[in-house]
């Protein structure tokens, strides 16, 4: 069995912040932890930038700063030498959200083949990600989900959706760098799943260039993974999945109860957790096939999955898996894991502050709502103000 103490090491986990970011990050989070104030504050930060008002810089020196590496990929530069450094990759994420033109979709296209570029040269970077929705509407995937008949204008405009996923899952087969795709909202998800496919099949066929996300607080998905890895294997290509929980749960809850529909969502949270322990361990189980990538902040699921490979004799670092978890949250994980061996990757968001407001905000709400995570940053992070003696 692996210690099951590694993470509790805060020195570790610390090692990058000066003694003002982690008082700024005790601060950041101890406000968080509030819920009322992150409703208040949201809703004020969504008037303020609708009215022009400069909060900008307010919003840059505190949450901005902790969650995002920069608005470019150019500022995000010393954060990824310093996090690799200390044996941690970065995955770039360029996470403006919510525009719904060609323009911009071909901007966030542009721009993630730009990074690509950027990463082929650079060992700190070895995987690229989008969000399927920064490529195209997502009426128009959820319209293809649902086997709803599209206008020829519409059919141009999802042909230039599969032109911009394939440039992206090209590119990295090209210069060998993984190419994780986000998964969202259930109802756009089973277009996506269906070019991903194609994807995988198109680009994964030396070994798993283009990965899939499988959102596990979902019912369906461990089903999903073992009827997706019969095709692949019939078909002879290889898979690769990241594993996440999902980020919108109250999101789908509320809308299949307005719409009258069973959720698609696990009933409750040990179900959710259950239900990722067991894909990790399909996926483990048959790693010749499909590699992994587990995105989660959660200790059990990563000692889990380290027991569960040291059982195995799988190497500490084998090529064919990655544990990731988000810029500004538990690098008590990262870190620790980083120095004991293994691969480890961060999604460092990035964007003008306006446009990733969608992002922080669901960081923000995800500390609030989830049990026990931001009480655990903040434990953390008294530990280490303890140890530099800062109390
Ligand atoms: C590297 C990385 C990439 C990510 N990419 C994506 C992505 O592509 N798509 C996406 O949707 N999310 C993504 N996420 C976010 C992720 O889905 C989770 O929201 C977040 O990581 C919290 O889950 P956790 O595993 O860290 O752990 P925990 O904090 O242990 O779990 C919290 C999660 O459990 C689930 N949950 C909570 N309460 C209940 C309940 N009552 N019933 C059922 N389930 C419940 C929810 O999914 C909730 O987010 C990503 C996260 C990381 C770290």
């Not at 128009?140 to 599209?150: A, H, Q, R, S, Y």
């Not at 996923?165 to 799943?193: P, T, Y």
């Not at 293994?342 to 502050?353: E, L, Q, R």
Request: net charge negative; proline share 3%; with cysteine.
């Amino acid at each position: 069995m692996i210690s099951e103490h590694i993470f509790d090491n805060t020195e570790i986990a610390f090692s990058l912040k000066s003694d003002s970011e982690l008082e700024r990050a005790y601060f950041l989070f101890k406000m968080i932890s509030i819920e009322p104030l992150v409703k208040i504050g949201t809703a004020a930060t969504n008037f303020a930038i609708k009215a022009h008002l400069p909060i900008e810089g307010l919003i840059r020196s505190t949450v901005f700063d902790h969650f995002c590496g920069g608005v470019n990929e150019v500022d995000c530069l010393p954060v990824i030498d310093k996090m690799f450094d200390k044996g941690v990759s970065s995955v770039l994420d360029y996470s403006v959200e919510g525009k719904e033109n060609d323009k911009e979709f071909d901007a966030a296209m542009t721009t993630t083949l730009k990074i690509m570029d950027f990463a082929k040269e650079k060992k700190s970077m070895p995987i690229a990600v989008f969000k399927p929705t920064g490529f195209g509407r997502l009426k128009l995937f959820e319209k293809i989900g649902n086997g709803d008949v599209l206008t020829d204008k519409e059919k141009e405009e999802w042909q230039k959706v599969v032109n911009r996923f394939d440039a992206i899952c090209k590119r990295g087969k090209e210069h060998d760098i993984e190419v994780l795709i986000d998964a969202e909202e259930s109802w756009m998800q089973d277009a996506s799943d269906a070019l991903v496919r194609d994807m995988m099949q198109k680009y994964n066929t030396e070994k798993p260039i283009v990965f899939n996300t499988l959102q596990m607080y979902r019912t369906d998905r461990l089903d999903f993974l073992k009827a997706e890895h019969q095709l692949a294997k019939e078909k002879g290509y290889f898979m690769g999945f990241k594993l996440v929980r999902g980020a919108y749960l109250e999101k789908e809850n509320e809308r299949a109860k307005e719409k009258g529909y069973p959720t698609p969502m696990c009933k409750s949270k040990l179900e959710t957790d259950t239900n990722f322990d067991n894909a990790v361990s399909y996926i483990l189980e048959n790693l010749n096939d499909i590699s992994l990538f587990i995105g989660s902040h959660n200790e059990e699921s990563s000692y889990a999955a380290m027991n569960l490979m040291a059982k195995m004799g799988l190497k500490i670092n084998d090529e064919r898996v990655w544990f990731g978890q988000l810029y500004g949250m538990s690098d008590h994980i990262s870190f620790n894991l980083a120095s004991k061996g293994y691969n480890v990757a961060k999604y460092i968001p990035f964007g003008p502050v306006k446009d990733v407001m969608p992002y922080l905000i669901r960081r923000a709400e995800e500390n609030t709502s989830v049990a026990g995570q931001t009480g655990r940053e903040l434990a953390l992070l008294t530990k280490e103000k303890q140890r530099r003696k800062l109390l």
